[in-house]
């Protein structure tokens, strides 16, 4: 019985022709799938009540996978950070680093003493005295005191005064509300800050009915410790709280720790320039230089201190590469740094410090940048205000613009990353699709939102935003906004 054999190469050819028609046709079953499943999601008890935005697409050929309200304006919360960001980075460029500068207002003598005051003029660094750059040097104050030294200034006759004058003074925004304005989400946006503008109470049990141990950080004596509070039976009520007098610097903590339990409460700091300039007289005065006179601050706003221009530069502090503050805020969700970082946008190419100048650079990049922006309403830097508004498919249209620029490979990484780091560590963390998903989230109350990027499990890039308005049920609609991007991963 005679056999037929096909000859190998047709056969190979036959199969390299097929191939991405198939690859298309179980696309297009994989995506009918996915929105008939997220149809279904959408209706469950907890998602059912909230109002939704999805803007789902492949940009690889264009293609809308999933819409629903794509041009309805949503509440962002923090996914806002993403606009902030991606103007900075656009406008900025990614090598961007701020200078924080060690002025004299008199000479320095051959003795190594300065006559005048020493002032230290911050520029919006955000990292300022909190982190480390990337060789893992001393923190900026340190490293300026240790400068000053080297230099032979051993010194100050006057006083040591921090500058915050590169951003005009301001305190929140129009949509934050009054208790956001107390707490660290909603810090004072100052351009001379330290340890994101709070400082931290903590206390430990000591014995029974005696005076609590007590901490704060940053350890600086420029606070005067009251302790009012003491130690109580293992079975005693918490009531233990502490606030801060701004004008004697003194803060006050009052009520009862019960035994075996601990307490850790931020105070949010009314004059962040004064804190930084204690902190960093200490740091010379550890160095061994001595200083005669006290701390201030200079707030000048929009002003122009005439005496500036006589002043020397003695020490400068470079920070690290704008991408490494973008990776704080985008990551971690910094509130405090987006506003620096937005401030900064509006010092730089306005002049002026302000929210408002801020603002108007990142709508000159939208508009560079060809995106629609015609439904959107930006209100602040980081997405806690309320009067903030954008699409799903204005997000979506962002996202895709970042993919065609040259930094984009350290702005997608700058992303907190599903089951791994940031925002998204405890999120989405099955085997299938840990790291497979480079997202900002946001949550509000009343709030949820994620947006960003998803590799499927089949290769394709995807770009996507999911708003949910009007929650009642947080933690369930995160987990439909979870499972919306984990079938998203493995069927298409």
């Known amino acids: 019985m005679a056999r037929h054999f096909r000859r190998p190469g047709l056969l190979l050819a036959a199969v390299v022709l097929l191939a991405p028609i198939l690859a298309a046709e179980a696309r297009a079953d994989g995506l009918e799938t996915i929105q008939k499943k997220i149809s279904q999601v959408l209706k469950r008890p907890g998602a059912r009540s909230a109002q939704w935005g999805i803007s789902i697409m492949d940009p690889a050929d264009n293609k809308v996978l999933v819409e629903v309200n794509p041009d309805k304006p949503f509440l962002p919360a923090s996914v806002l950070k993403v606009v902030t960001t991606a103007a900075a980075v656009e406008k900025l460029g990614p090598e961007f680093r701020y200078r924080t500068g060690v002025y004299s207002t008199g000479p320095v003598g051959d003795d190594g003493g300065v006559s005048g005051d020493l002032v230290l003029v911050g520029r919006g660094d955000p990292s300022l005295a909190d982190t480390q750059d990337e ?185 690290a590469p704008l991408v490494r503050a973008l990776e704080i805020i985008n990551k971690q969700s910094q509130n405090l740094h987006a506003e620096m970082l937005l401030r900064t946008l509006g010092a730089e190419f306005r002049g002026r410090g302000t929210n408002e100048a801020g603002l108007e650079v990142v709508n000159e990049f939208l508009v560079e940048a060809g995106i629609d922006s015609e439904k959107i309403q930006l209100d602040d830097g980081c997405g806690l205000s309320r009067e903030n508004l954008l699409t799903p498919r204005f997000q979506t249209s962002l996202l895709e613009f970042l993919l065609g620029r040259p930094y984009f490979s350290l702005f997608y990484n700058t992303l907190a990353v599903s089951g791994t780091d940031g925002t998204l560590k405890n999120r989405l963390s099955a085997l299938e699709v840990k790291g497979s998903i480079h997202a900002k989230t946001g949550t509000l109350n009343g709030v949820t939102t994620l947006s960003g990027y998803i590799t499927t499990q089949s290769g394709r890039n995807l770009v996507f935003s999911i708003f949910a308005n009007r929650v009642t049920a947080p933690a369930r609609v995160k987990r439909t906004i979870d499972e919306i991007c984990s079938l998203l991963v493995k069927l298409y």
């Not at 410790?225 to 005693?236: C, D, H, K, L, P």
């Not at 502490?242 to 903590?253: P, Q």
């Open 135 to 319: 060789s893992g040097s001393k923190p900026a104050l340190e490293e300026l005191a240790g400068r000053l030294y080297d230099m032979g200034i051993r010194e100050v006759h006057g006083d040591v005064i921090g500058d915050d004058s590169y951003f005009a003074a301001q305190t929140g925004e129009k949509g934050w509300t009054a208790r956001e304005l107390k707490t660290r989400y909603g810090a004072p946006v100052n351009a001379l800050s330290i340890n994101n503008n709070v400082v931290w109470v903590t206390a430990r049990p000591s014995k029974h009915k005696q005076p609590v141990i007590v901490g704060i950080e940053p350890k600086t004596s420029h606070f005067r410790i009251r302790n009012r509070a003491v130690t109580g039976s293992r079975e005693a009520k918490l009531t233990i709280k502490a606030r801060l007098e701004e004008a004697t610097h003194t803060i006050v903590i009052t009520g009862t720790l019960p035994a075996a339990r601990s307490f850790r409460q931020h105070l949010v700091l009314g004059n962040p320039a004064e804190t930084t300039a204690a902190v960093f007289k200490e740091e010379l005065e550890r160095r061994g230089i001595t200083v005669r006179g006290e701390v201030g601050s200079l707030h000048q706003g929009q002003g122009v201190d005439p005496g500036r221009d006589t002043w020397t530069l003695l020490a400068e502090h470079w920070s």
